[in-house]
Structures are given as C-alpha cells and as structure tokens.
C-alpha cells in the first residue's frame, strides 16, 4: 500500500462504515493452531452511521499535497485532522471504521505472548516446528502474519498483513537481537507502535488516493515523505499508547482492542485539534 497504491480513494455517498468489516475482523485468528492468551473476545464497536458527504477528502487532499511539495509537519497535521474530521466522520468514527486494525492488533499482541511464554503445548509444538526448518527473521516474520492473517484480499486485509511485516521487520531491524519467537512485553509494545503508525498511513494513502505522485516530486522524496509521515503519526500514537498502558498494563484481548481503539480516537483528536 502506501506511495504504490493506485486507488484513488472511496468516493461521496457510499457508507461512513462498510458493513463487512466485522466479518473481516472476525476471521482475524480463527484459523490459527495456538489457542489464544485468555478467553475474552474483543468486541466490534458500533460504526459511523450515514453516507459519505461530496468533497469529504478535498480539505486533506490540498494538505496532504503540500505537504508532500515541502515537507513541512503542519501541512501534514491539517492533512490527518481534514482526514479523521471531514472524511472520516470524526475522531470517534475514524477509530472505529479502524476497528480491523485493532483487532488484529489485539490478537497479534496475545500470540506472541503466547508463543514467547509457551504458554500452551500448541504454542510450544508451532515454536518448535518453526524453529526446526532454520528460518531466517524473514522466515518467522512471515510465518506470524501467515498465522493471524486473513485469507481475503480486501485493502483492510492487504493492509494488516502489511503493516504487521512492516512493524515486525522495522523492531528486529532496529534492535537484531530481538528474537520475534521470545519477545519481551515491552518488546510488543513498542511493536504495536509502529503497527499502528503503519495501519493509519496505509489508510490515509489508499483513501487520498496518489497525492505524493501528483505533487510532482522524484521518487526519492516521495519514499521520504511517507516514511516521515509514518514516523510523525508513530509519535503521537506512541504518546497515547503508553499513557494508555499504565490504566491496562496486562490487558485481555477484549481490553486491549479497546484500549488500541482509544489509542486511534485520541490520535485523530489530537490531528483534529491541528484543523
């Protein structure tokens, strides 16, 4: 997704909130062999109601495209806040059109404390499995996403599958001595981070459409770009993660597909604020 991605985005009167997204959501894990952490099901939030109004991206759209011809971090705060305001329906709206995203999180989180703690014969025999075949970080990363991932073939799935080889990859690239099969609880923490950062910039991208190659900028910049925009949303979202995770810091998955929910609100409010 992301600077590739040749959608040109949801256009007027179709759904705030497409109808699918909780049978998505739900297939996240199903299909997995290690049972997960607890018993608690993360529940779908209510989505936006109502059709989406004409010009709902043309405020972030001119944002964005500024930002993208210069650089400059305010363009691309007004960008997220037109984007979560105007296009989404509103911060509330955002996280919860959003709520693929946290589940997944949710549950990514759950199988590798699973794995990590042997914390059933199932997640030590698929450890073990893996571990036998010699895989390389590429191999393991994979075989996760494999895991969790489901099977279909919608932007949200693409996506998840996307920012989870993304997060994994940049956490293990960062610190080589982070092993993804034995990872520590602040080891995922950080990894939802960067998760989530990804999972709003893919968003942002597929539904503004091919703003960095209409700004006219060689490809080098565009890259950039984007990976600037990632790591100016990982910030803010890493801000209200970890304040987050003091009120939860053993969450359930129920708990913490809320907890991320809320994440995702109080990061679009904050871009809102910038409006």
Same mark, same amino acid.
């Given at each position: 997704?992301?600077t590739?991605?040749?959608?040109?985005?949801?256009g007027?009167?179709?759904?705030l909130?497409p109808?699918?997204?909780?049978?998505v959501a739900?297939?996240? @894990?199903?299909?997995?062999?290690?049972?997960? @952490?607890?018993?608690?099901? !993360?529940m779908?939030? !209510? @989505? $936006?109601?109502?059709?989406?109004? /004409?010009?709902?991206?043309? &405020? $972030?759209?001119?944002?964005? *495209?500024s930002? $993208?011809?210069? *650089?400059?971090?305010?363009?691309? &705060?007004?960008?997220?806040?037109?984007?979560?305001?105007? *296009?989404s329906?509103?911060?509330?709206?955002?996280?919860s059109?959003?709520?693929? +995203?946290?589940?997944?999180?949710? %549950?990514?989180?759950?199988?590798?404390?699973?794995?990590?703690? @042997?914390?059933? !014969?199932?997640?030590?025999q698929?450890?073990?499995?893996?571990?036998?075949?010699?895989?390389?970080?590429?191999?393991? =990363?994979?075989?996760?996403v494999?895991?969790?991932? !489901?099977p279909?073939?919608?932007?949200?799935? %693409?996506?998840?599958?996307d920012?989870?080889?993304?997060?994994?990859?940049?956490?293990?690239?960062?610190d080589?001595?982070?092993?993804?099969? #034995?990872?520590? /609880? #602040? #080891?995922?923490w950080e990894?939802?981070?960067?998760?989530?950062?990804?999972?709003?910039?893919?968003?942002?991208?597929?539904?503004? &459409?091919?703003?960095?190659?209409?700004?006219?900028?060689?490809?080098?910049t565009?890259?950039?770009?984007?990976?600037?925009?990632?790591?100016?949303?990982?910030?803010?979202?890493?801000?209200?993660?970890?304040?987050?995770q003091? +009120?939860?810091?053993?969450?359930?998955?129920?708990?913490?597909?809320?907890?991320?929910? %809320?994440?995702?609100?109080?990061?679009?409010? =904050?871009?809102?604020?910038?409006?």
């Amino acid at each position: 997704m992301g600077t590739s991605t040749s959608s040109k985005g949801p256009g007027s009167n179709v759904s705030l909130d497409p109808p699918w997204l909780d049978d998505v959501a739900g297939d996240i @894990g199903s299909g997995s062999s290690v049972p997960p @952490g607890d018993s608690s099901t !993360p529940m779908s939030p !209510p @989505g $936006a109601t109502g059709t989406a109004p /004409p010009g709902r991206f043309g &405020g $972030a759209r001119r944002a964005m *495209g500024s930002y $993208a011809r210069t *650089g400059d971090s305010q363009y691309l &705060g007004r960008a997220l806040g037109h984007y979560s305001r105007q *296009g989404s329906g509103g911060a509330n709206a955002a996280a919860s059109r959003m709520r693929v +995203t946290t589940r997944a999180g949710a %549950e990514l989180f759950s199988f590798l404390n699973a794995i990590s703690q @042997g914390a059933s !014969p199932q997640a030590k025999q698929w450890v073990d499995a893996l571990r036998q075949t010699n895989p390389s970080s590429d191999d393991v =990363i994979d075989a996760i996403v494999r895991e969790l991932s !489901p099977p279909g073939g919608s932007a949200d799935e %693409e996506s998840l599958r996307d920012s989870m080889c993304f997060a994994l990859s940049d956490l293990v690239r960062e610190d080589p001595t982070i092993d993804p099969l #034995n990872m520590s /609880p #602040n #080891n995922i923490w950080e990894l939802l981070k960067g998760y989530l950062a990804t999972e709003i910039t893919n968003r942002v991208c597929f539904d503004l &459409g091919p703003i960095f190659e209409r700004a006219a900028i060689d490809a080098t910049t565009a890259v950039y770009r984007e990976q600037q925009m990632r790591l100016f949303i990982k910030n803010e979202v890493g801000a209200n993660l970890e304040v987050l995770q003091q +009120t939860s810091p053993n969450p359930t998955r129920a708990q913490l597909n809320e907890l991320l929910r %809320e994440t995702l609100k109080l990061t679009f409010e =904050i871009f809102e604020a910038q409006v």
